[in-house]
């Protein structure tokens, strides 16, 4: 019919329109943790915020799940370029953790059993932005996958999902956790490619 292709929605770029700059699809699930995989079970895991005053507000599997499961479709980007598109997730939305939560600080630091961190601000943390997801793909995510439960912010690349999460701790500015004081992105935005500063 005379279609003029001229690349335009084409193989130009990253080729398919949710996938950011220089990423690619991935269909199995690749695991990438730095170091061993923790061993925690659902009666021994616990979440707890701390705020400035020295306030915890802790929750264990039972009170997690109180505050109410979502479902969720999205994609991930990890900054070793794949990407997953529409995986299915389940999970506690992170605002609902900070529903009686008093601070003035914009940050945490994410702490997980195991020692991993990774700081976010709480921008990046509310509005349906992020997740405490405790399945992945219809199953209980899988201990090489984070379970019982681990973070997922999914607008951010994938290193901010920390696995085996045990709780934030509020910052009053942004610090570096583990990947971001070995060089990678204080916030890491796929769509900027912020991997590395
Ligand atoms: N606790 C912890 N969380 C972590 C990591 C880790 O090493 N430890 N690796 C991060 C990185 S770099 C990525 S890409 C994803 C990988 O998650 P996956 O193994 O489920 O694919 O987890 C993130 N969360
Ligand atoms: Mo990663």
């Given at each position: 019919?005379g279609?003029?292709?001229?690349?335009?929605g084409?193989?130009?770029?990253?080729?398919?329109?949710?996938?950011?700059?220089?990423?690619?699809?991935?269909?199995?699930?690749?695991?990438?943790?730095?170091?061993?995989?923790?061993?925690?079970?659902?009666?021994?895991?616990?979440?707890?915020?701390?705020?400035?005053?020295?306030?915890?507000?802790?929750?264990?599997?039972?009170?997690l799940?109180?505050?109410?499961?979502?479902?969720?479709?999205?994609?991930?980007?990890?900054?070793?370029?794949?990407?997953?598109?529409?995986?299915?997730?389940?999970?506690?939305?992170?605002?609902?953790?900070?529903?009686?939560?008093?601070?003035?600080?914009?940050?945490?630091?994410?702490?997980?059993?195991?020692?991993?961190?990774?700081?976010?601000?709480?921008?990046?943390?509310?509005?349906?932005?992020?997740?405490i997801?405790?399945?992945?793909?219809?199953?209980p995510?899988?201990?090489?996958?984070?379970?019982?439960?681990?973070?997922?912010?999914?607008?951010?690349?994938?290193?901010?999902?920390?696995?085996?999460?045990?709780?934030?701790?509020?910052?009053?500015?942004?610090?570096?956790?583990?990947?971001?004081?070995?060089?990678?992105?204080?916030?890491?935005?796929?769509?900027?490619?912020?991997?590395?500063?």
């Amino acid at each position: 019919m005379g279609v003029i292709n001229s690349g335009f929605g084409g193989q130009r770029g990253s080729g398919h329109p949710r996938l950011p700059p220089g990423q690619t699809i991935a269909d199995d699930w690749p695991v990438l943790t730095a170091g061993p995989t923790p061993d925690v079970t659902e009666d021994e895991w616990t979440f707890t915020i701390i705020t400035e005053s020295g306030a915890e507000h802790r929750w264990d599997w039972n009170a997690l799940h109180a505050l109410g499961v979502e479902d969720i479709v999205t994609d991930i980007h990890c900054v070793t370029h794949w990407s997953k598109l529409d995986m299915p997730w389940r999970g506690v939305p992170v605002e609902r953790l900070f529903e009686n939560v008093d601070t003035t600080y914009d940050y945490v630091m994410v702490e997980s059993t195991g020692g991993y961190t990774t700081n976010l601000a709480l921008d990046d943390l509310f509005d349906g932005q992020a997740w405490i997801a405790t399945e992945a793909e219809g199953e209980p995510l899988s201990a090489e996958n984070g379970g019982p439960a681990r973070l997922l912010v999914p607008h951010l690349y994938f290193w901010k999902s920390a696995k085996w999460v045990s709780g934030m701790r509020l910052m009053p500015d942004d610090e570096p956790g583990f990947w971001e004081q070995n060089g990678y992105h204080l916030r890491g935005d796929p769509w900027q490619e912020e991997r590395y500063w």
